[in-house]
């Protein structure tokens, strides 16, 4: 089996063979699920951070005796996995206030199955000098929170460390994006999500080394054959079938504006000394979710300027049905994009259901030949 073939499969596994490695040293894991929680403090501490998925879990009856079913589907899927039982290796989650759906998911699991460490971090909805300020604050308190609990000090030089192994990690992921936009691409955005997937769930000095062995065999290969060159950006997007079955009808996807892909780490490089406020304003100034309802400008840039630099075709802006944020922003993007003359398909589906696909490929094939009749 190739490198690659193996970080896919690896992928794919939520309790894998390095958290298991890591579990029985008798390391500590923690989950989070949103950009805005800076592995960094948990690392500094000698904690595994995890970021939680669901891998397009289609099975939610546990999950929606708690929320209901006009919830977001992504959110009950990952509250089905920790109600079931799959997420019993995390020794605690951090909550943040992405939306109130995985409030809802974060709070119901820890209400249902409690776990030790559960810690609420409250990120500002706005980027001004008082939310820095505020943010700053929930950071330490966050700091604090983590040393009680696990009897740890978080040391200036720990921080540094932890700092270190996540630039080095944002670099390789930078890579496999720049491996994408190159004119041949070698490198699909199926494999460069389980790339970002990879990177969330084990060790940095482990993915660094395993990241760099497949990085190798992808430079190696031929150029991947496709019909268009597709952006895919929107809501939570942890499924590497769904990648798969766009990519499938030739719609290569050579950049994405995800929060599982380049919003977790295409950030602005920040010059001041406090390392807490480093991580508040790569947060506040980098993050480009929809619950910043003030920075629509911001999200519509960084698209316009990955077509430009991906030479994209078309971009596909992909929502999980009941996602409020991304429901009305996709909706604000396909606009701006028709007016430029950017072909653009707002795509609305359930988390995880395989009962959908046959509608995707119908709508996302029309799009391909739309696409392919303005190239001729």
């Known amino acids: 089996m190739s490198v690659i073939q193996r970080l896919k499969e690896y992928s794919k596994v939520i309790f894998n063979e390095s958290v298991k490695e890591w579990k029985d040293s008798g390391g500590n894991v923690v989950g989070y699920s949103c ?19 669901a891998l397009g879990n289609p099975n939610t009856e546990m999950a929606d005796a708690c929320l209901a079913r006009f919830n977001c589907s992504f959110a009950r899927s990952c509250l089905q996995l920790g109600l079931d039982g799959t997420y019993d290796f995390l020794d605690g989650i951090v909550e943040t206030n992405g939306c109130d759906h995985l409030r809802g998911m974060f709070e119901n699991w820890q209400y249902n199955r409690p776990l030790k460490f559960f810690h609420y971090l409250k990120v500002p909805h706005q980027t001004n000098d008082d939310a820095l300020k505020y943010y700053i604050g929930e950071l330490l308190l ?56 990879l990177s969330t769930a084990m060790h940095p000095q482990k993915f660094l080394l395993f990241a760099g062995e497949a990085l190798e065999e992808v430079k190696s290969r031929a150029p991947l054959e496709y019909r268009a060159r597709i952006m895919l950006c929107g809501a939570a997007t942890d499924e ?12 290569l996807i050579v950049s994405d504006a995800l929060c599982f892909g380049s ?24 993050i480009l979710c929809p619950r910043m309802y003030e920075e629509f400008p911001k999200r519509l840039n960084f698209i316009l300027d990955e077509v ?24 604000q993007i396909r606009l701006s994009l028709e007016e430029r003359g950017i072909p653009a398909l ?22 391909l030949e739309r696409i392919e009749s303005r190239i001729r």
């Open 35 to 53: 950009v805005t929680t800076p592995p960094e403090i948990l690392l500094a501490a000698d904690i595994l951070p995890y970021r939680i998925r």
């Open 263 to 286: 919003r977790a780490f295409f950030t602005t490089p920040v010059r001041v000394d406090d390392r807490i406020e480093i991580l508040a304003r790569r947060v506040l100034d980098g």
């Open 308 to 331: 430009e630099s991906a030479k994209v075709d078309g971009v596909i802006l992909v929502c999980n049905k009941f996602c409020d944020l991304h429901g009305v922003d996709n909706v």
């Open 142 to 197: 966050y700091k604090q929170a983590v040393e009680a609990h696990f009897e740890v000090e978080i040391t200036e030089d720990r921080l540094e460390r932890a700092f270190e192994m996540e630039e080095k990690v944002s670099a390789v992921l930078r890579e496999t994006y720049e491996i994408r936009r190159d004119e041949n691409p070698r490198i699909s955005g199926e494999e460069a999500l389980c790339f970002y997937l």
């Open 346 to 367: 707002q795509l609305e589906k359930d988390y995880g259901s395989g009962a959908d696909v046959g509608r995707i490929r119908t709508r996302v094939q029309a799009f």
């Open 240 to 251: 590497i079938d769904l990648l798969s079955e766009i990519e499938g009808l030739g719609g």
